[in-house]
């Protein structure tokens, strides 16, 4: 099959999706799929070594982001390349700009569309408008994207429930995201360590974006208390994002400013490989996210996690055989914090545990697209 995955967030951009996309063309290619990345224009160095191919847009950087706007339709020289192609199934990432670039592809050319749902559309649109009614306008848009697709598929159940909330009513699978199962090696924990000066504390890990919608205010507010208990413990917060400054802000009126070290972005797996390595448990109350790859590479790490009951990332978690679940408040996260740092030793077991139950592998997850791409396929030639 010749395969077209169309994004806006990819390479060198780490985020959630542009990760699943590269993971998407690059096992998919391994596999000996014909597979081509349309993304916007970034930096992303020699591409050589990369067993897919590439067909960027003119973009420019958004102001106080990491991430490049595409604007293809003043891109000529995208045009022709993208119609040099003759893809048997078109895979859209986004209901945005590469979305609908998908989408318009497909429809000149005859092909099917499979659209992943990976966002909870409605809290960003609330969030950027402040208004519930924009909001809600914002997700009727968003449905009507889904509709015009062939297939939609999310991540977990709770994504899938996430995307009816919003009036969605056509059939949706489940395609869950996978990972590179690997042994860490402990020399990545001590260059991690190192690179970001970190102490010997019982180390405390959030990987993601530093934005309030990831219910942050829950970490920080929980380590306070910590404090509060005089119990010694490092916060490492790993990422970038809009609300830097007031999750700063906010960490310094709560007394922990000297406990917690933020890493801004990092573009070196080996040293996010190495973090995770090095935490003893990774915090992740997010509600937002609809899925949670990050709890999945702490596991590959032998770091078990602390997430909110009933939340996506909780789908994963069997509570304290190898993570922990906490509720959506201060006092509920407190006490797992104090009882998980009280108690390493039981923390490595929980560790190894969740190594062994919980990351799924690329591979299995890349079979299982395969076998949805040639059906559809299938379906859609009758």
Not at 108 to 128: A, C, E, M, R, T
Not at 138 to 153: A, L, P, Q, R
Not at 246 to 252: F, G, R, T, V
Not at 266 to 290: K, M, R
Request: hydrophobic share 40%; proline share 4%; glycine share 6%.
């Amino acid at each position: 099959m010749k395969i077209g995955q169309f994004s806006d967030s990819f390479l060198p951009i780490v985020d959630g999706v542009g990760r699943v996309v590269f993971n998407y063309c690059n096992t998919l290619g391994k596999k000996g799929q014909e597979v081509v990345t349309i993304c916007p224009m970034e930096n992303m160095g020699y591409r050589g070594d990369f067993p897919f191919e590439i067909i960027d847009y003119y973009s420019t950087l958004v102001p106080t982001t990491v991430y490049n706007a595409g604007l293809p339709e003043i891109d000529s020289h995208f045009k022709k390349r993208l119609d040099m192609n003759k893809f048997d199934i078109v895979h859209v990432h986004t209901p945005f700009i590469a979305g609908i670039e998908g989408l318009k592809y497909a429809r000149k050319n005859k092909v099917p569309v499979v659209g992943s749902f990976h966002s909870k559309y409605y809290d960003d649109f609330l969030q950027i408008t402040g208004s519930k009614h924009l909001a809600g306008i914002g997700t009727d848009v968003i449905v009507k994207f889904y509709n015009k697709c062939d297939e939609v598929w999310t991540v977990s159940e709770n994504s899938a429930d996430t995307l009816r909330s919003y009036g969605y009513k056509k059939p949706i699978y489940i395609i869950p995201n996978g990972m590179e199962i690997k042994d860490i090696d402990y020399e990545l924990a001590i260059k991690a360590k190192k690179h970001f000066n970190l102490s010997f504390d019982p180390m405390l890990l959030y990987v993601g974006q530093i934005n309030w919608k990831k219910n942050i205010e829950r970490i920080i507010n929980a380590c306070a208390l910590l404090k509060k208990d005089d119990i010694k413990f490092q916060l490492v917060l790993a990422g970038k994002g809009p609300h830097e400054k007031e999750i700063a802000a906010a960490i310094e009126k709560l007394g922990i400013k000297e406990s917690v070290v933020f890493t801004g972005h990092i573009l070196d797996e080996d040293l996010l490989y190495g973090l995770y390595a090095l935490a003893d448990l990774f915090v992740f109350p997010s509600l937002y996210d609809t899925y949670s790859m990050v709890v999945r590479e702490a596991a590959n790490a032998k770091t078990a996690s602390v997430v909110v009951k009933d939340s996506a990332p909780a789908e994963c978690i069997k509570d304290r055989e190898n993570g922990f679940l906490c509720e959506d408040n201060d006092e509920s996260l407190f006490k797992i914090l104090k009882e998980a740092v009280a108690n390493r030793d039981n923390l490595v077991e929980m560790g190894i545990k969740a190594k062994e139950s919980i990351p799924i592998s690329w591979d299995v997850v890349i079979d299982q697209a395969i076998q949805r791409y040639e059906q559809i396929i299938k379906m859609k030639s009758k």
